[in-house]
Nanobody
Framework: VQLVESGGGLVQPGGSLTRSCAASGFTIRSYAMAWFRQSPGKEREFVAGISWRGDSTYYADSVEGRFTISRDNARDAVYLQMSSLKPEDTAVYYC??????????????WGQGTQVTVLS
């Protein structure tokens, strides 16, 4: 049972990246999903969340209008399209399954995390 992430890397300011998170060994179709990130010396923070149907999305103020979360339940996958990237978006990004808008992330359903670096 794992969440497998891909799509990290290096990008210039103003550039774009798309992160992917695919479930392996279980299905995420009935779970709300979310992306979090953690920068050195900082706590892990919420970035974006999506309901299990995909009809509701939620964003941190810092990424609103620049990032888009989406999902494909047929593929058991969730995505994070990041555009207009800034150096302060540099972090390790994690997906989380069974996230709740009030309770937060589910501790045993994290992806492995992938580095996104926006050059400054």
């Amino acid at each position: 049972v794992q969440l497998v992430e891909s799509g990290g890397g290096l990008v210039q300011p103003g550039g774009s990246l798309t992160r992917s998170c695919a479930a392996s060994g279980f299905t995420i179709r009935s779970y709300a999903m979310a992306w979090f990130r953690q920068s050195p010396g900082k706590e892990r923070e919420f970035v974006a969340g999506i309901s299990w149907r995909g009809d509701s999305t939620y964003y941190a103020d810092s990424v609103e209008g620049r990032f888009t979360i989406s999902r494909d339940n047929a593929r058991d996958a969730v995505y994070l399209q990041m555009s207009s990237l800034k150096p302060e978006d540099t972090a390790v990004y994690y997906c989380n399954a069974d996230w709740d808008i009030r309770l937060g992330p589910r501790d045993d359903y994290w992806g492995q995390g992938t580095q996104v670096t926006v050059l400054s």
